[in-house]
């Protein structure tokens, strides 16, 4: 059975109401992404530190975060700490039920105007979700940012840049069903507020990133190097053992599920692996096969795994598939003698619903990374 790591937090619904005259508004709706507007923050010198929203009641702050909750469960419980977190550094949290029946969206597009008309500026985690981009059409905010939302940061610069639709890599066909063709007039216009202003223009664009990204002219690059991590987190305790990083690629239909078991059981007998950190979108039944064919124990984080691993304790060594903590977990373990692994994905593991654009796509994740270890598929199957 996956062992669960819990801690109770408080029931849905708003803490705090945003502050007359809010500075910065960021959206958020996964833990990843709220942990980088974080770590965005620190960067900006915002909130007031541990503790600060606690004594002698709320504390003044230019950030109020809006969480548009979604329906996974292991999701809002990420988020729901990631909240506690961004509350003790003294930034107003605002938790929108944005999902929640037929009539949601329209409760939480009209309760968000007034804050959207008043914000100066505006950060967001997913340039391509739909939610956001209806949200972009309704503010006059003059200055965006966008922080990572994982290695999903690199394939919206890369169409940026070439002034295409906003569209996630691993979605499979022309993405032109009849949801796409009523929604396309707010991605346009969401296209258009993220595509910075020409030289002299009032509106600005900045980009947040950890990512190896070559951004198109007039986007403003500030580097995330996961300060606010290893400040308030660690040095972690480190194992002897090594630990493996699941992936949600076959829950999205890239990669077959018994090649990736496949991979799993060879790269732990072979790296001496006895964790396995799943996904949060990983499915019960693939982590129960899993645990029960390679011997692994299965851990779901409560946090995203750059703070779980920088706690501690964590493995000498981290082995993962293509994804972001490639490039997010050598920058949060800085310092602490754990390497980071890459392993790569082997066209005959896509599935035949994989978007042409999959293999390439992970190629770049993988190719891009910097201080990992590369493990080519060949040379895995060799030393299993």
């Keep these: 059975?996956?062992?669960?790591?819990?801690?109770?937090?408080?029931?849905?619904?708003?803490?705090?109401?945003?502050?007359?005259?809010?500075?910065?508004?960021?959206?958020?709706?996964?833990?990843?992404?709220?942990?980088?507007?974080?770590?965005?923050?620190?960067?900006?010198?915002?909130?007031?530190?541990?503790?600060?929203?606690?004594?002698?009641?709320?504390?003044?702050?230019?950030?109020?975060?809006?969480?548009?909750?979604?329906?996974?469960?292991?999701?809002?419980?990420?988020?729901?700490?990631?909240?506690?977190?961004?509350?003790?550094?003294?930034?107003?949290?605002?938790?929108?039920?944005?999902?929640?029946?037929?009539?949601?969206?329209?409760?939480?597009?009209?309760?968000?105007?007034?804050?959207?008309?008043?914000?100066?500026?505006?950060?967001?985690?997913?340039?391509?979700?739909?939610?956001?981009?209806?949200?972009?059409t309704l503010t006059r905010a003059r200055?965006?940012?966008?922080?990572?939302?994982?290695?999903?940061?690199?394939?919206?610069?890369?169409?940026?840049?070439?002034?295409?639709?906003?569209?996630?890599?691993?979605?499979?066909?022309?993405?032109?069903?009849?949801?796409?063709?009523?929604?396309?007039?707010?991605?346009a216009t969401a296209r258009r507020r993220l595509t910075p202003a020409p030289e002299g223009g009032r509106r600005t664009v900045g980009l947040f990133s950890s990512m190896p990204v070559d951004a198109p002219p007039g986007v403003r690059v500030t580097t995330n190097d996961f300060a606010w991590t290893r400040t308030r987190f660690g040095p972690p305790r480190v194992m002897g053992a090594a630990d493996i990083v699941g992936t949600s690629l076959v829950e999205t239909g890239v990669v077959d599920a018994d090649r990736y078991r496949d991979a799993v059981l060879t790269l732990a007998r072979t790296h001496g692996a006895t964790r396995y950190f799943a996904h949060r979108r990983e499915s019960t039944e693939k982590l129960h096969r899993l645990a029960a064919e390679t011997g692994l124990e299965i851990v779901r984080p409560d946090l995203p795994l750059e703070l779980i691993a920088r706690r501690g304790p964590?493995?000498?060594?981290?082995?993962?598939?293509?994804?972001?903590v490639v490039h997010t977990l050598p920058l949060a373990l800085l310092g602490t003698g754990v390497r980071v692994a890459v392993c790569d994905i082997d066209p005959q593991w896509l599935t035949a619903h994989a978007s042409p654009r999959a293999q390439g796509f992970l190629d770049g994740v993988t190719g891009t990374a910097r201080d990992v270890q590369r493990l080519p598929f060949t040379q895995r199957m060799a030393a299993g």
């Design 314 to 324: 964590i493995g000498r060594l981290i082995v993962s598939f293509p994804s972001t």
């Design 1 to 136: 059975m996956p062992r669960q790591r819990h801690r109770t937090a408080p029931a849905g619904g708003q803490s705090g109401a945003a502050a007359p005259g809010t500075g910065t508004l960021a959206f958020v709706e996964s833990p990843v992404q709220l942990l980088n507007v974080l770590e965005w923050a620190h960067s900006a010198d915002l909130g007031h530190g541990p503790g600060s929203a606690g004594r002698g009641g709320p504390a003044p702050t230019s950030l109020t975060v809006v969480v548009l909750s979604p329906h996974d469960p292991m999701t809002r419980g990420q988020l729901r700490r990631m909240a506690e977190l961004a509350r003790d550094e003294g930034h107003t949290v605002r938790w929108e039920e944005a999902r929640g029946g037929p009539t949601a969206p329209m409760r939480t597009v009209g309760g968000l105007t007034p804050l959207l008309r008043r914000a100066r500026r505006i950060v967001i985690g997913d340039p391509f979700s739909r939610y956001v981009q209806l949200l972009l």
């Design 143 to 187: 200055d965006l940012v966008v922080v990572d939302d994982g290695t999903a940061t690199m394939e919206f610069i890369s169409q940026l840049a070439r002034g295409e639709r906003l569209v996630r890599w691993h979605r499979h066909g022309s993405g032109r069903g009849a949801r796409d063709l009523v929604f396309a007039p707010f991605s």
